[in-house]
Structures are given as C-alpha cells and as structure tokens.
C-alpha cells in the first residue's frame, strides 16, 4: 500500500484524499470520523477536517477511548481559526472531561482556566457557569470541599433565570460539597 501510495504524484493525491473523504461521508450507518477528518485534512480541506475532527474526538470519548478523544480534540484545536471561540470552547470543554477521568489534574486544571477564559470572552452566562461547574467538580475531585462549596455558589448565582437545570447541576454540587 505504502509503495503505490508513494508513487501517486502530490497534485494527484491532494484532491483524491478530498474525494475519498465525501466518499466515507456518504456512505450509510455510523461513519469513522477520524478515517472521513484525516482524508479532508490531506485533502487540504481544513474546513471540512475541523468538524470532523470534532466529532471524532466526541465518539472517542463516548467510548472512553480517552487518548483517542485528546488527540482528535488537539487536532481540531489546532485546526479551528482563533475567532472561532465557541468551538474552541467545546472542545476545551471535552478535553477538561477527559483529563478528569485520566486523572490529570494538572492538564486538567491548565484546561478549566482555557475554558473559563473562553467562557468570559464569549460573554455568555450558561458557558461561564458550565465552567465553574467544571471547576467545582475538579475542586470536589480533589477533597476540597470549601473550595467547591464557594464555586458551585458562584455558579448558582450567574445562571441564566430562562435555565433552571444550569442552576440545579451547580445547587447540585453545592450539595455534594456541604455532605463532604
């Protein structure tokens, strides 16, 4: 395979990679999102590469294939355009989750600043208590449950009033907090 590849000049196989990824996307049933990502991110389609890479690193992580679901995500981060702030956060957001269930707090807490950096620029209230809920947990994970107490509060406080269930996920932490 490698030989025959080797000899397909690269003005040829640039845009057969391109074509063999709307191929796999149109084939019927689950898609492998990481074969569809790696043939549009040859293919010199990064616009069509990033969303894949994205839903890759979501499948990886849904089957707990955590080094999987972080190299997807670090793929499309590095692919995704810096103005692009919501997908930025997604997938900082899935990277965070990843590192919680590793138990990497370190790589862990270097990604809840990102993501509520990315929630404060963006501006938007249920980001920003998804994040300090994120935090919250990371702050629970650890035993500190002062620390998580004050934070799940802070998110309670900031959660939008036309999203109840923002609220009830940081009361619930609150509550996991105070029984520790």
């Known amino acids: 395979h490698q ?8 003005r040829d196989r640039v845009p057969a990679h391109a074509r063999v990824a709307r191929w796999l996307e149109s084939l019927p049933g689950e ?17 069509r590469a990033l969303p894949a890479w994205q ?7 849904a089957r707990y294939a955590n080094e999987q679901a972080l190299a997807h995500a670090t793929r499309a981060l590095a692919l995704a355009p810096a103005a692009d702030l919501p997908r930025r956060y997604e997938l900082t ?49 650890a035993g500190a449950a002062e620390t ?9 406080a900031l959660a939008p009033t036309q999203s109840p269930q923002v609220a009830a996920r940081a009361g ?6 105070l029984r520790m």
Request: glycine share 4%; with cysteine.
């Open 3 to 10: 030989a025959c590849y080797e000899r397909v000049l690269q």
């Open 31 to 47: 898609r492998a999102q990481e074969q569809i990502a790696d043939h549009y991110e040859r293919g010199d389609e990064a616009a």
């Open 55 to 61: 839903r890759a690193a979501q499948q990886a992580q």
């Open 93 to 141: 957001l899935l990277r965070s989750q990843v590192f919680a269930l590793t138990g990497q707090a370190a790589a862990r807490a270097a990604e809840l600043d990102a993501l509520e950096q990315l929630a404060a620029t963006l501006g938007d209230a249920q980001r920003r208590c998804q994040a300090l809920e994120a935090r919250a947990a990371s702050h629970v994970d």
């Open 148 to 156: 998580a107490l004050q934070v799940a509060r802070q998110a309670q």
């Open 172 to 177: 619930r932490l609150a509550v996991f907090a």
